[in-house]
């Protein structure tokens, strides 16, 4: 697999798994792109071991064999792997904590075994390793501004778990019949909801209860995040924030049909997305025209 053949393999597993996120990214830097797409392509192949509903070989032994290979090609040996080439090459060019790669594997570990969290801290925990860290790697990819890198850091996790929680939410009834159960256990008591009752065919009063008290813990995160905008270079900021508008989007969606997300799967609208990109696709060019425009004085 050679490296250009990786990353066009990244790229495709962004386009097809991540739709809103990969419009976004249209509005990047081509050069940035590409790592975006390095990042979300390992993210997905990790994150297909665990929760894909048609894989029938041992998914232990596959992650195990993923961790395997990536531990060797952190340490700068060689690897045979579709996706782990252009990873890597992105890991090495920015300078990425290894220690983040080892949360979000880890992560994806306690998902063959875990199926359920006491509360929101436990919940937390988990969602350090599977969001809150694909954050922190994108963040030099997205480019703080010069001496606001430690700024930028905290806003970066804030959006990995505000977007993962809206995931959690409106995937409820599919990460049920993984056998799985994301909102916190003392949640669902408090509000009477037995596990069982997301995996049923209508979302009930309790249960929609729920999900607006969890939709308000998202909320929280959008807002922690929000800042970090602003700590980014231009020409990352339109990427950014169409990206919040759409995953924001999705969890508008919720609440505006409800909560009613056993019933179907809560899409953001085409014709939004679209909207979406095009409101920011001006500021997109005329940032990156900007940064283009730097005087170099030879010596």
Known sequence: MTLTASYERCRQLHARYGRSYYLATLLLPAWKRRHVHALYGFARYADEIVDSFTMTADRRAALD???????RGLAGEPVADP????????????????????????AMRADLSVTGYATYDDLLGYMEGSAAVIGTMMLPVLEPLPGEEAAAREPARQLGLAFQLTNFL??????????????????LAAYGVEPADLGRSRTGPAVRELLAFEAARAREHYRAAATGIDLLVPSSRPCVRAAVELYGGILVAIERGGFAVLERRVRVPRHVRAAAFAHHLLASAGAGRLERRVRVDLP
Not at 65 to 71: D, S, V
């Open 65 to 71: 064999a993923l961790c395997e290979r990536t531990g």
């Open 83 to 106: 996706v782990l080439p252009a990873f890597l090459h992105t890991v090495r060019s920015f300078g990425i904590a290894h220690g983040d790669v080892d949360a979000f594997l880890a």
């Open 170 to 187: 409106r995937d409820v009834r599919e990460d049920h019949a993984r056998g799985r159960v994301y909102l916190p256990a003392k949640d």
